[in-house]
T-cell receptor, first 114, second 110 residues
């Protein structure tokens, strides 16, 4: 039981390049989330999904797109990377969006945009 | 004003000390509060959650919510070097919208 996994662990991009971050969970969770974590800003929600085929915007969605074609996977795309997108990205999943239902986080992807 | 505010620290304490970590929040409608622990270069993991006011204890950890002052606390008794991590407070706004504090970095010295 791997929990939540993220690919890749590290990546360096040049401004304007694109990339996709992959999140996979093996807990059959309905809800999945993408966060970014920056010093002094805490965790901020980028996009989330409440089930297969659904996605919605979070607090800081600009410059990112997501897809949830399969229940176990949640992809985060950067179409044209900017230095402001340098951050640590965390994926999380939970069975529901209710409190008391634990949110499980992946190990993170460290992205640097030059 | 941020919806959840947390002193970033760092906080250094000797092994065995009682640690007090605190957050304030702005919206009196928030009901659920969580504490996460995040080790360096790892994802956050849920430590405890509480509902409304009162205390909740789990081993060496106690979470406390004071709704009258919009103040949440995490106490760690008999702190250990393995407790050295960043502690994040969080609340839930409606469903699925978790709001996190910036985290307090704790170092327990052996």
């Amino acid at each position: 039981n791997a929990g939540v996994t993220q690919t890749p662990k590290f990546r360096v991009l040049k401004t304007g390049q694109s990339m996709t971050l992959l999140c996979a969970q093996d807990m059959n969770h309905e809800y999945m989330y993408w966060y970014r974590q920056d010093p002094g800003m805490g965790l901020r929600l980028i996009h989330y999904s409440v089930g297969e085929g659904t996605t919605a915007k979070g607090e800081v969605p600009d410059g990112y797109n997501v897809s949830r074609l399969k229940k176990q996977n949640f992809l985060l795309g950067l179409e044209s990377a900017a230095p402001s997108q340098t951050s640590v990205y965390f994926c999380a999943s939970s069975g529901s969006g209710r409190a008391g239902d634990t949110q499980y986080f992946g190990p993170g992807t460290r992205l640097t945009v030059l | 004003q941020k919806e959840v505010e947390q002193d970033p620290g760092p906080l250094s304490v000797p092994e065995g000390a009682i640690v007090s970590l605190n957050c304030t929040y702005s919206n009196s409608a928030f009901q659920y509060f969580m504490w996460y622990r995040q080790y360096s270069r790892k994802g956050p993991e849920l430590l405890m959650y509480t509902y409304s006011s009162g205390n909740k204890e789990d081993g060496r950890f106690t979470a406390q919510v004071d709704k009258s002052s919009k103040y949440i606390s995490l106490f760690i008794r008999d702190s250990q070097p393995s407790d050295s991590a960043t502690y994040l407070c969080a609340t839930l706004s409606g469903t699925y919208k978790y709001i996190f504090g910036t985290g307090t970095r704790l170092k327990v010295l052996a």
